[in-house]
Each structure stands twice: as C-alpha cells, then as structure tokens.
C-alpha cells in the first residue's frame, strides 16, 4: 500500500452558541444568541480549505508559485481553531454546564461525525488501493488515533475539550491576559523555529524530534496553543476587542497584507538560496505562524464589516449565497470534500483534462467541481435524519433553538444584568465569573492522493 501524507488543515469547528440578528442601531438584549457575524467567517474559512487541499493534490515539488499559495492559504488551519476557542468559551461562560456535561456534549457531539467520516474513509481506501478486507480493523484503529487526513483537527479538538474546563477556570483567574497573550505566542514562535530548525536548539531539537517520533507535532495540542488562547481572550473581552476592530479595521487588514507579502517574499528568498519548495513553504516556522495570526485578525475584521453591512440593508439577493445559508453548509463540506477530490483527481487525469488545460487549469476545475459535490451532498444530507452523523452540528438548528431560548429568558430571570450588543447583549450569570464577555505536515499520516500534505 502506498505511503500517504496529510496536509494540516483545519476541519470544523467546535459548535456553540451564538447572537440573535438585530439592526446596529438596536443592540440585542437576549441571553446567550447565535453569534451570526461569524457565518461569513466560517464560509471562507471553508473555502480557502478545500482551495488549499486542490492545490496540493495537483502540485509537483518544485511548482514555486503554487506552494507559496499553500503556505498562505494554511491560515484557513488557524482560522478554525481560533474560532472553536472562542465559541466553546462564549458557550461556557453564556450556559455553563459542569465538567462531565461538557465532555458528554463535546465529544458526542463531533466524536460520531468523526467515527462515522473515518469509516467512510478506511474503505474508500481499500476499495481504491485494491487492499484485503482484513486490514480494514488495523486501518480504522490507526486512523482513529491519528485522524485521517484533514480529520486531524478533530483529534487536536479532542484534547482541547479534555483539558478546556480547566484551562478556562485558570484564564479567568488571572488579571495578566495581556502578558498571558504575549507569552503564548512568543512560545509559538519558539516552537516553530525549534521545529523548523531542530538542530540549532541542541538538546531541546533532539528532544521535539523525540517526542516527533512517538506523537506528531501536527496533532499535538501544545502547536496550536496560541490560537485558543486568542479565542478564549477575545471572547472573555469580546466588548474591547470588537471597539478596537471598529476603530483600526482598516488598519488590522492592511498590517495583515503587508506581513503576507512579507512572508511570501520570505519564502521565495528560501527557494532562491536553495530551499526545498515543500520546506521553505514549512508551516512550522516563525514567518507562517505570524502569518497565520494576522490573516485571523483581518478575517475577523472583514467578515464583522460584511455582517454589519448585511444588517443595515444590503442582504445578498438569493438566499443560497447568504453566509447564513452557505455557512450551514461548512461542516458537511469539511468533513467530506477530501473523498471527492480524490475521486475528482482520477477522474480527470482519465480523462486527460490535465494535459489539456495545464496546471492552473486543472486546480480551477477540481476546485469548483469538488467545492460544488460537496455542497450538494451536504445540502440533500440535512434533509435527512443523518444531517448531524455526516455534516457535523446542524447550524439552522443551532440558530432556532438559541434564538428561541434568547428570547424566552428575559434578563430579570436569569439575574443579568445588559451586556455588550456584539455578545448578544448579556452578562454571564453569577455562575459564571469573569467579564463577558503544509508545505509537508509533521508526523505525516495517510492521504488518498499519494501527495505530500
């Protein structure tokens, strides 16, 4: 059987609740609604991951422009799990549940997606490879663990809700979330350079080259660790950091344009003084984890403007296109996209398209055509009584059930007191302190295509 690699991409995320639309002007006052700014967010969070997947599984190394785009368009990877902090912390501190509810809810909750997807997957693979039924046990248990393909965001979500009531409980008993943020990601930049340069750290090299062997970094919860302390800030502080976007939006979005050209010019520096394509596009250093932060920060920015323009009146004219639609299409398109650009890929080199349209041809086509099955399957899935066993938490549900429950809790129930309008005008209850607010991926595992991930 042919060795298969996994490209680190983010799958969806975590769900939770979120606020209640309302006009600008007319801040909402219910307790604890859907978040629906962060609809658009997810669309093209969703969208740059499946762009990023077609380009991998049509690059050869050496393709200098095209793995430049993958480096970029990993910060779809970052973009969810930043999202899936937030959300989780928004839901915690808006209906805190106990520590065993938590983890019932949670891992139920993506666990049956995921068991389902990698069965789908194992014997996608052994009918495509030809191999014998009886390995279908040893592949299952390995995929389980390690997470096929881009399902290894799910297994780096399993250990954040293992580890998330607690660490929750520690970020909002300290007053230092400022000097915390900086020396998360000051450790990030240490990790990445210690990975991307292992033996200039001497004995810690050694020693994360170890630990590579036995667990990869790729699905190691402490590589991501800067991004769900990003999440889990912002929604403590939602009211600041949502002023400060108003304020500097302009700005966070051209400071991100500027460090993408910076690290694109950082990777073609690479290349020239003789950098593989595959390691100078490394998604495990400093220059793309910077990256990967700033394009969060100007994603949230421009998908908050987008939200605050549909509201004032200028809503998209077909209901298919509205991020609330497309955005209850994200999960179902994560978890199955991968199976389709892999029958896609076969299909057209069989039928010679590659050779007839070249290389950026054959990237447009597998893109729309994959991103356009995916959609389709996951829209006809959430008809059925399968809708949350393949395409992952049902969103529209999610909206009517938070928005009905915002509106029949008024405030003077819950002992609220009115909160920030972008955290759907509440105050967590006195339960709940505090304010209320790649290139080629490490401990590679198994890909359809063949390719380095």
Not at 266 to 280: F, N
Not at 311 to 334: C, E, F, K, M
Request: glycine share 10%.
């Amino acid at each position: 059987m042919e060795t298969r690699y996994e490209a680190a991409t983010p799958a969806a995320p975590a769900s939770s609740a979120v606020a209640p639309r309302a006009e600008p002007s007319t801040p909402a006052t219910s307790r604890g609604g859907y978040l629906g700014q962060f609809d658009s967010y997810r669309v093209v969070a969703c969208g740059a991951v499946v762009l990023q997947h077609s380009l991998l599984w049509t690059l050869v190394p050496g393709e200098v422009v095209g793995w430049a785009f993958v480096m970029l368009l990993h910060f779809s990877r970052t973009a969810f799990f930043f999202l899936s902090a937030l959300l989780l912390t928004y839901s915690q501190i808006t209906r805190p549940r106990s520590t065993w509810g938590f983890w019932r809810r949670r891992y139920v909750q993506l666990g049956v997606p995921y068991l389902a997807w990698t069965v789908i997957y194992v014997l996608s693979t052994v009918i495509d490879q030809g191999g014998s039924w009886g390995q279908i046990g040893s592949e299952l248990v390995r995929d389980l663990e390690y997470g096929y393909y881009q399902l290894y965001f799910t297994v780096v979500l399993f250990q954040l809700f293992l580890i998330f009531p607690l660490l929750l409980r520690l970020i909002q008993a300290t007053r230092h979330h400022a000097a915390l943020m900086t020396a998360s990601l000051c450790f990030a930049l240490v990790l990445a350079a210690d990975l991307h340069w292992p033996g200039a750290f001497g004995p810690v090299g050694h020693a994360t080259t170890w630990i590579e062997r036995y667990w990869p970094w790729s699905r190691d919860l402490l590589t991501y660790q800067e991004q769900f302390v990003a999440g889990i800030l912002v929604a403590l502080h939602f009211d600041q950091v949502r002023d400060f976007v108003e304020r500097w939006l302009r700005q966070i979005i051209s400071g991100a344009v500027v460090i993408g050209v910076a690290a694109t010019l950082w990777y073609l520096i690479a290349v020239w003084v003789g950098s593989g394509t595959g390691r100078a596009s490394d998604l495990y250093q400093p220059v793309a984890f910077l990256w990967f932060t700033a394009a969060v920060a100007a994603l949230e920015c421009g998908t908050w403007w987008w939200y605050r323009r549909t509201l004032a009146g200028h809503p998209p004219r077909w209901r298919v296109w509205s991020a609330t639609y497309l955005s209850n299409l994200t999960g179902g398109i994560y978890l199955s996209h991968v199976l389709f650009i892999g029958l896609l890929r076969s299909a057209l080199g069989t039928l010679g398209v590659p050779s007839a349209v070249g290389w950026f041809g054959e990237v447009v086509v597998l893109y729309v055509t994959t991103l356009s099955i995916s959609a389709l399957l996951t829209a006809l899935v959430l008809r059925t009584p399968l809708r949350w066993v393949l395409g992952g938490p049902v969103r529209s549900e999610q909206r009517r059930r938070l928005r009905r429950a915002a509106m029949e809790v008024p405030l003077a129930e819950v002992g609220a007191t009115p909160a920030p309008a972008a955290l759907g005008g509440h105050r967590p209850v006195s339960r709940a302190p505090g304010p209320c607010g790649a290139g080629t991926a490490r401990g590679s595992r198994r890909s359809a295509s063949g390719r380095p991930g």
